[in-house]
């Protein structure tokens, strides 16, 4: 994992992934006055259920909570402001447990901080109108 530094024009090396992860869905989060990094999925050698979370400034990653069905290609979107401890969204992606892209929408919703466990996800009550995955959601 590398920051980029706007303002020097460098890359930086940050702390590693626990897990290596190919196709994971990435994004960014504020919890309070803290930001965070979600890497959601992916493949490492076979798709995953598992997430995980590092702190902008942290030394190491943590464990998020697991998707309930391997995903790849997953598309992360955050949130501007915290909706009753909604901190990011989960759309579409690949559901290679059903082998088709999918149409799900998940919020991540956590109790307490981020670090300390308490995050789970939640299966919104709508769902795409297109199955989507390898796209962009941008909040306005």
């Not at 915290?82 to 919703?109: C, M, P, Y």
């Amino acid at each position: 994992m590398w920051y980029f530094h706007v303002q020097d024009g460098k890359w930086i090396e940050g702390p590693t992934l626990r897990l290596a992860r190919r196709f994971a869905g990435c994004g960014t989060f504020k919890d309070g006055q803290d930001t965070y990094i979600l890497a959601v999925g992916g493949i490492a050698g076979k798709a995953m259920k598992s997430s995980e979370m590092l702190k902008i400034g942290g030394n190491s990653w943590f464990d998020g909570p697991n998707m309930s069905f391997r995903s790849e290609e997953t598309i992360v979107s955050s949130l501007a402001n915290s909706l009753e401890g909604e901190v990011a969204w989960v759309f579409g992606g690949t559901n290679t447990d059903a082998g088709a892209d999918s149409d799900f929408i998940f919020r991540l919703h956590c109790q307490g901080k981020p670090e300390d466990g308490q995050c789970q996800w939640i299966e919104h009550g709508m769902r795409l109108k297109i199955r989507r995955d390898w796209a962009t959601a941008i909040t306005f």
